[in-house]
């Protein structure tokens, strides 16, 4: 039997504790840190490996990047769209979350 007033926990990994849905948004928020997910729903974080779903024309650079090209090691910016990564022959790159994949 399910009450109205369950609610749904979450880990939160700087205590080690299990706390409340609700608590959680609201460390999240008090942090300042923001969640970046991909085009489709997952949760990046620094050091993760995403593909690109889409081909990409670089501005300043020339080039365009495939549509399955594998971007190793990105860093998250502070903002909930945007990602820091490396690429061959492309240095300062900042790619749209909602172009990428994690792989």
Do not use: P
């Amino acid at each position: 039997m399910s009450d109205a007033n369950d609610e749904d926990y979450v880990y939160h990994e700087a205590s080690g504790e299990w706390i409340s849905a609700a608590a959680a948004k609201i460390a999240t928020e008090a942090d300042g840190s923001v969640e970046v997910r991909d085009a489709v729903g997952n949760l990046l974080m620094d050091g993760d490996q995403v593909t690109l779903i889409k081909d990409l024309t670089v501005k300043g650079a020339g080039q365009t990047l495939k549509r399955g090209t594998l971007i190793k090691s990105i860093r998250l910016t502070g903002d909930a769209q945007e990602i820091d990564c490396r690429f061959d022959g492309i240095k300062g790159l900042v790619l749209r979350a909602e172009f990428v994949r994690k792989r």
